[in-house]
């Protein structure tokens, strides 16, 4: 039971443009939801994340943006450059209590950027 | 700061064999976490350590223990491996949320990562 799905495993976008991933959930419980990114070798970084009573976040040139009806999130990354290549992953969370910490990680896109 | 360490950074092993994963961090942070990365899963859970002397199962738990041996340091072992565990496994960390739910969260910090080869 795939409870974060990333249906793209990979996207191939050319410097300078915007490039978007998405990211779908089902368990409407989550309340909190991140974005890590990952180089090959290297543990996953966090990148920016997105609580439910937002429908936006901006830093940079990063946006993660939440449809909590469609349960569906999506980051854009405006412009794209080529050290953005990378495994994009998105996580969810129920937030606190028992639930506090317990990062439910979607599969990971494989973004390139062309110079 | 070294942030977090796992080590080693390579094993191979033969179906059968034990071993036991390292993580430390020197973040002052309470909870500490164990995943495994499989190719097309993601990251998957296996244990977890909300605070010193506390643990308790992730996603998927069997074949693997745990010791939260102190604040700092939080270990994984595989009493018999298996090449189902062949993979790559990250420890984190992250401090507590303070702010309380729905509000600021703070991030988790993975270590890099021990590629692990079960033959």
């Known amino acids: 039971d795939q409870q974060v799905k990333q249906n793209s495993p990979s996207l191939s976008v050319q410097e300078g443009r915007i490039s978007i991933l998405n990211c779908d959930y089902t368990?409407?419980?989550?309340?909190?939801f991140l974005w890590y990114k990952k180089y090959p070798a290297e543990g996953p970084t966090f990148l920016i994340s997105?609580?439910?009573?937002?429908d936006k976040n901006e830093d940079g040139r990063f946006t993660v943006f939440l449809n909590k009806s469609a349960k569906h999130l999506s980051l854009h990354i405006v412009p794209s450059q080529p050290g953005d290549s990378a495994v994009y992953f998105c996580?969810?969370?129920?937030?606190?209590?028992?639930?506090?910490?317990?990062?439910?990680f979607g599969q990971g896109t494989i973004l390139t950027v062309h110079p | 700061n070294a942030g977090v360490t796992q080590t080693p950074k390579f094993q191979v092993l033969k179906t059968g064999q034990s071993m036991t994963l390292q993580c430390a961090q020197d973040?002052?942070?309470?909870?500490m976490y164990w995943y495994r990365q499989d190719p097309g899963m993601g990251l998957r859970l296996i244990y977890y350590?909300?605070?010193?002397?506390?643990?308790d199962k992730g996603e998927v738990p069997n074949g693997y223990n745990v010791s939260r041996l102190n604040k700092r340091e939080f270990s994984l072992r595989l009493e018999s491996a298996a090449p189902s565990q062949t993979s790559v496994y990250f420890c984190?960390?992250?401090?507590?949320?303070?702010?309380?739910?729905?509000?600021?969260?703070?991030?988790?910090?993975f270590g890099p990562g021990t590629r692990l080869t079960v033959l």
């Open positions: 973040m002052n942070h309470n909870s």
């Open positions: 997105i609580s439910s009573i937002k």
């Open positions: 368990n409407s419980m989550f309340d909190y």
């Open positions: 984190a960390t992250q401090g507590e949320d303070v702010s309380g739910p729905g509000s600021s969260y703070n991030e988790q910090f």
């Open positions: 996580a969810a969370t129920a937030g606190g209590g028992t639930s506090y910490g317990k990062l439910t």
């Open positions: 350590s909300a605070s010193e002397g506390t643990t």
